[in-house]
């Protein structure tokens, strides 16, 4: 067997680029953000553009050159391929040899990006590497400047030569399943998935409509449209998912859910897949479920060190329920698998029950609800109760009957986390005795409700003072002519590193709210959420919306986007 390649981190050790330490933070950092090291060592200042692409050099054993070298000026052709090819995946051609094209990149891992030019070149590659920095300079410099790409540029001129979407085209007569298995649908959705994994997207939308099929990604909770397929390639596009999914692609009348695990860089990212029949053809949507998503920390999710500290005392207590509410999407989940991780010993035996299991734990035993049999959260609660576990999560609480049992493993000296749908964590309470459940057990099992939601965070790379924020969102936000004198407001501006958008990445806002007597008497006598919701902030609970201030005077988002999520009133009224 060949000698095993050296990883990127040991290449930069050895070289003295950067150091051991700086690796290990650059890996942790890369990691939580489901991006590459090299990426990150760059971003975080440890390692130059240029130390990175040798290291990448040694370790692939492919040639470095500087494209604003005389010698290397010399050999190269920009006319051996297209312009905008040049431009947009930042690459320069250096001849042909034997009839291969030696091609500039700056990305040896971007084997797609390579198989893409393969295929519109009709030629095969030699890849050479150099730093993106210095392959930009060149075409800045020799070519008249970067242009501007447009983000609609269609995905299917990038993966698909246009000969090819005729053939395409015609197999739509023959069969699907035929289809679906050209070689051209395959790359163009597999380069759809990799490309949203690369943008941090956390679902792809690929939706059917009368004269073309929209693809659209979420990115930190807000969707984008990224391209238009044509519609004679909907049912090869289509297909092509479901069989990824182990769907049946015959079945295009009732809904369907499906996985995907596909490799990526150094770890396996899961989908989860639903198809659902819609009036001009099934609607998909993957959602992407990253491994180390819900392993960033307690630190990292957005607490203030007050409510940290209070947090990490109640997931600690012995026993009561602790429950995390919000709606779909607010990163409930993430928490609560969070708090999983820290608690997560030998000498705890933790239970889960779970619909779907989204993220896969070593030494959590995690049961998969199963309504279709009968499997439902009540009956997989009460099995687990025999299982003599510490700690038990059920996914959400949805009816009269898993609140019950929850609360009967609560009041037995069990610690259960769960979720449930409400706007704010002192309607918890009201929705339980609203559910059927006897107040004078909410009372006493419930020890703390979290209310929770996502809000975008400023890019560093491109956010800039606001020296006159809108006063409507000072207003809606509470922020007074004070605290606007001591701190420094910021607003979102785009760049190359977020897509534009002025935000990259999202932190959570809090509302913890911890049951005391009054509280407690309170939920007894079933008091109006109003009356809660008063005992709790005279108690000390900061509102969501106060939490997301703390987060604008700090300069981690904008007064609009906390606006917009803490769902203030006043937002967007007539007359605004």
Same mark, same amino acid.
């Given at each position: 067997m060949g000698k095993s390649r050296k990883r990127l981190g040991e290449i930069l050790v050895e070289t003295g680029a950067v150091t051991e330490k700086q690796v290990l933070e650059g890996l942790k950092a890369a990691r939580a953000e489901g991006r590459k090291l090299g990426e990150m060592l760059i971003e975080q200042g440890s390692a130059k553009d240029e130390q990175v692409v040798q290291a990448l050099a040694s370790q692939f054993r492919l040639p470095y050159v500087d494209?604003?070298?005389?010698?290397?000026?010399?050999?190269?052709?920009?006319?051996?391929?297209?312009?905008?090819?040049?431009? $947009?995946?930042?690459?320069?051609?250096?001849?042909?040899?034997?009839? %291969? &094209?030696?091609?500039?990149?700056?990305?040896? $891992?971007? &084997?797609?990006m390579l198989d893409m030019l393969r295929f519109r070149l009709n030629t095969e590659v030699d890849p050479i590497l150099a730093s993106k920095g210095r392959i930009k300079v060149y075409i800045d410099q020799k070519m008249g400047?970067?242009?501007?790409?447009?983000?609609?540029?269609?995905?299917?001129?990038?993966?698909i030569d246009r000969s090819v979407d005729r053939s395409v085209d015609k197999s739509m007569d023959a069969s699907i399943d035929q289809a679906a298995e050209s070689a051209p649908?395959?790359?163009?959705?597999?380069?759809?998935?990799?490309?949203?994994?690369?943008?941090?997207?956390?679902?792809?939308?690929?939706?059917?409509m009368m004269d073309r099929v929209r693809l659209r990604y979420r990115i930190d909770g807000v969707c984008i449209e990224r391209d238009n397929l044509p519609k004679r390639m909907q049912n090869a596009v289509l297909a092509?998912?479901?069989?990824?999914?182990?769907?049946?692609?015959?079945?295009?009348?009732?809904?369907?859910?499906?996985?995907?695990?596909?490799?990526?860089?150094?770890y396996f990212i899961d989908f989860r897949v639903s198809a659902c029949p819609a009036y001009h053809g099934e609607s998909i949507v993957l959602r992407i479920l990253?491994?180390?998503?819900? %392993?960033?920390?307690?630190?990292?999710?957005?607490?203030?060190?007050?409510?940290?500290?209070?947090?990490?005392?109640?997931?600690?207590?012995?026993?009561?329920?602790?429950?995390?509410?919000?709606?779909?999407?607010?990163?409930?989940?993430?928490?609560?698998?969070?708090?999983?991780?820290?608690?997560?010993?030998?000498? $705890?035996?933790?239970?889960?029950?779970?619909?779907?299991?989204?993220?896969?734990?070593?030494?959590?035993?995690?049961?998969?609800?199963?309504?279709?049999?009968?499997?439902?959260?009540?009956?997989?609660l009460r099995s687990m109760l025999r299982q003599a576990p510490n700690i038990i999560l059920v996914g959400e609480i949805r009816d009269k009957e898993v609140a019950?049992?929850?609360?009967?493993?609560?009041?037995?000296?069990?610690?259960?986390?769960?979720?449930?749908h409400t706007n704010d964590a002192p309607s918890a309470i009201t929705r339980l005795i609203d559910m059927g459940v006897?107040?004078?057990?909410?009372?006493?099992?419930?020890?703390?409700?979290?209310?929770?939601?996502?809000?975008?965070?400023?890019?560093?790379?491109?956010?800039?003072?606001?020296?006159?924020?809108?006063?409507?969102?000072?207003?809606?936000?509470?922020?007074?002519?004070?605290?606007?004198?001591?701190?420094?407001?910021?607003?979102?501006?785009?760049?190359?590193?977020?897509?534009?958008?002025?935000?990259?990445?999202?932190?959570?806002i809090f509302e913890l709210m911890t049951l005391n007597s009054e509280i407690r008497d309170l939920a007894f006598n079933t008091a109006p959420v109003e009356q809660?919701? $008063?005992?709790?902030?005279?108690?000390?609970?900061?509102?969501?919306?106060?939490d997301g201030k703390l987060k604008i005077l700090k300069g981690v988002t904008s007064p609009a986007e906390v606006a917009r999520i803490a769902q203030v009133e006043g937002l967007g009224e007539p007359g605004e």
């Open positions: 494209p604003m070298d005389d010698s290397v000026q010399a050999k190269i052709d920009t006319k051996l391929i297209p312009e905008e090819l040049i431009r $947009k995946h930042m690459v320069l051609p250096i001849g042909k040899e034997r009839g %291969r &094209l030696k091609l500039v990149v700056h990305d040896p $891992k971007d &084997l797609e400047g970067t242009r501007m790409v447009d983000t609609s540029e269609s995905l299917v001129t990038d993966s649908i395959i790359k163009l959705c597999t380069r759809i998935i990799l490309e949203a994994v690369k943008m941090r997207a956390s679902d792809i939308h690929v939706e059917p092509r998912f479901k069989l990824m999914a182990g769907m049946n692609i015959s079945e295009k009348r009732v809904p369907q859910d499906g996985r995907i695990k596909l490799p990526y860089e150094d990253r491994p180390d998503s819900v %392993r960033i920390g307690l630190e990292n999710l957005g607490f203030e060190a007050d409510n940290l500290e209070i947090f990490n005392k109640i997931i600690r207590r012995p026993n009561g329920i602790f429950l995390v509410t919000g709606p779909t999407g607010s990163g409930k989940t993430t928490t609560l698998y969070s708090a999983l991780d820290v608690l997560n010993r030998p000498d $705890k035996k933790i239970i889960t029950a779970e619909d779907p299991i989204e993220y896969a734990f070593a030494g959590i035993n995690q049961c998969q609800v199963r309504e279709s049999i009968g499997l439902s959260f009540a009956r997989v019950e049992v929850a609360i009967q493993a609560a009041l037995t000296g069990h610690l259960v986390f769960s979720t449930l006897k107040p004078f057990l909410v009372a006493s099992s419930i020890q703390a409700v979290m209310g929770q939601r996502l809000i975008r965070v400023l890019c560093e790379n491109c956010r800039e003072a606001d020296p006159n924020p809108d006063p409507k969102f000072l207003r809606l936000t509470d922020i007074s002519r004070e605290e606007m004198a001591t701190n420094t407001i910021y607003k979102p501006i785009g760049c190359e590193q977020c897509n534009g958008a002025g935000y990259r990445g999202r932190k959570a809660i919701r $008063k005992a709790a902030i005279s108690s000390g609970m900061r509102s969501l919306l106060e």
